[in-house]
Antibody, heavy 118, light 110 residues
């Protein structure tokens, strides 16, 4: 059974750094082609892709957030960590992590973690 | 703004068929597979269709996908009240070097 779950603070102050962890099970991020992505959704708005890290440590970032974003993985612990610096009110959103095995598609998602910047 | 364009809303009566469109460009839909997601209120998105027209194992055959050029469509037949949700299209974008999503379409079952 494949599961993912996001964890981290629910409230962040402006200018602070957000650190979210995605703990997953049922698959290995060391397998060829595997990836874990981060997607966020501001309240009442659309999905926005943030970053994607692959089995071979290749990392892709959304250009609009590239200077503020970093993503790392720990294959032995089955988790991926997202760091977003200089948080502002516009970063208030539900943050999802999701598995990617085919280009551009996310087949399993975590329940999401609502982060409020205030 | 979203790289992929969807209508903000669609509606239909129970048992009817509706379609949701998704318009992109040669760098995304025109050159890569399209995924359709359903997001029920308060939940995470769920894959309905991937690789343009393939259903996940166990997926409902009331949902079908198609693609032509730089546009894709999701068709939902035999509308049910539980289909009320937000629907998103997604695809890899070669220029962005990452995935892009549509702005989402809210489906109302009248």
């Amino acid at each position: 059974q494949i599961t993912l779950k996001e964890s981290g603070p629910t409230l962040v102050r402006p200018t602070e750094t957000l650190t979210l962890t995605c703990n997953f099970s049922g698959f290995s991020l060391s397998n060829f082609g595997m990836g874990v992505g981060w997607i966020r959704q501001p309240p009442g708005k659309a999905l926005q892709w943030l970053a994607l890290i692959y089995w071979d440590d290749d990392v892709r970032h959304s250009p609009s957030l590239k200077n503020r974003l970093s993503v790392t993985k720990d294959t032995s612990k089955n988790h991926v960590v997202l760091t977003l610096t200089n948080m502002g009110p516009v970063d208030t959103a539900t943050y999802f992590c999701a598995r990617s095995v085919t280009t551009g598609s996310f087949d399993y998602w975590g329940p999401g973690s609502l982060v409020t910047v205030s | 703004h979203s790289e992929l364009t969807q209508p903000p809303s669609v509606s239909g009566a129970p048992r009817q068929r509706v379609t949701i469109s998704c318009s992109g460009s040669s760098s995304n839909i025109g050159n890569n597979g399209v995924t359709w997601y359903q997001q029920l209120p308060g939940q995470a998105p769920k894959v309905l269709i991937y690789y343009d027209d393939r259903r996940p194992s166990g997926g409902s055959d009331r949902f079908s996908g198609s693609k032509s050029g730089t546009s894709a469509s999701l068709a939902i037949s035999g509308l049910q009240s539980e289909d009320e949700a937000d629907y998103y299209c997604g695809a890899w974008d070669d220029g962005l070097n990452g995935p892009v999503f549509g702005g989402g379409t809210k489906l109302a079952v009248l």
